[in-house]
């Protein structure tokens, strides 16, 4: 669910696989997906931590609706769309865009609390439990259903490609107006509970 709405890594994906070809935003995706793995057990384990400690959700809910808000700011108002010409691209090895793929993905830490928010939310509805197999099969769930989101988008943006939509310019303002939503949903939320 972390790479579902448009952001750093499904956004790259799709370009690379639109610039370059599909092979190669499959191996980034595979690269991104390696870390996501890596992200997943660390954000699993920190929700079971803060199932213990529910003391602390309360300020790491004030701290996402500051970055939240923060970063609809910038892609709504800051982020500039800048054309550049189309100029041929020199395809080495494949293997360049898996480890950037991991390198985008480990610089992306968004989805750590996000996941660990989506763990204590399984959890409590009795649906994830934090032993061993249920954190193995939550991080090979969100990993696996990371690759699949990115996957969609490359294919996705390639039915799109020659539609005003798929603009640089279109994707900021809908990742502004995204992250401004949850900023607004994370206001109310606090609110609600003083």
Request: hydrophobic share 50%; glycine share 4%; proline share 5%.
């Given at each position: 669910?972390?790479?579902?709405?448009?952001?750093?890594?499904?956004?790259?994906?799709a370009k690379i696989s639109l610039k370059e070809n599909l092979t190669r935003g499959i191996m980034f995706s595979l690269g991104a997906c390696l870390i996501i793995i890596f992200q997943a057990l660390i954000a699993t384990v920190f929700a079971r931590y803060l199932s213990n400690h529910p003391d602390v959700i309360e300020i790491l809910r004030i701290v996402a609706l500051i970055i939240f808000a923060i970063i609809s700011v910038y892609f709504l108002f800051i982020a500039k769309s800048t054309e550049k010409e189309k100029k041929d691209v020199d395809v080495r090895s494949k293997t360049s865009r898996f480890f950037h793929g991991m390198f985008l993905s480990s610089i992306n830490v968004f989805p750590i609390p996000f996941q660990a928010y989506v763990a204590i939310s399984l959890a409590s509805f009795g649906v994830l439990e934090f032993h061993n197999i249920g954190i193995a099969s939550y991080v090979l769930g969100?990993?696996?259903?990371?690759?699949?989101?990115l996957y969609i988008y490359m294919i996705f943006f390639d039915k799109i490609?020659?539609?005003?939509?798929?603009?640089?310019?279109?994707?900021?303002y809908l990742i502004g107006i995204i992250t401004g939503l949850v900023?607004?949903?994370?206001?109310?939320?606090?609110?609600k509970d003083l």
């Open positions: 669910m972390a790479t579902l709405p448009p952001g750093l890594l499904n956004m790259t994906a969100a990993s696996s259903g990371a690759f699949v989101a490609k020659d539609r005003k939509i798929a603009s640089q310019k279109s994707m900021n900023a607004i949903v994370t206001l109310f939320n606090i609110l």
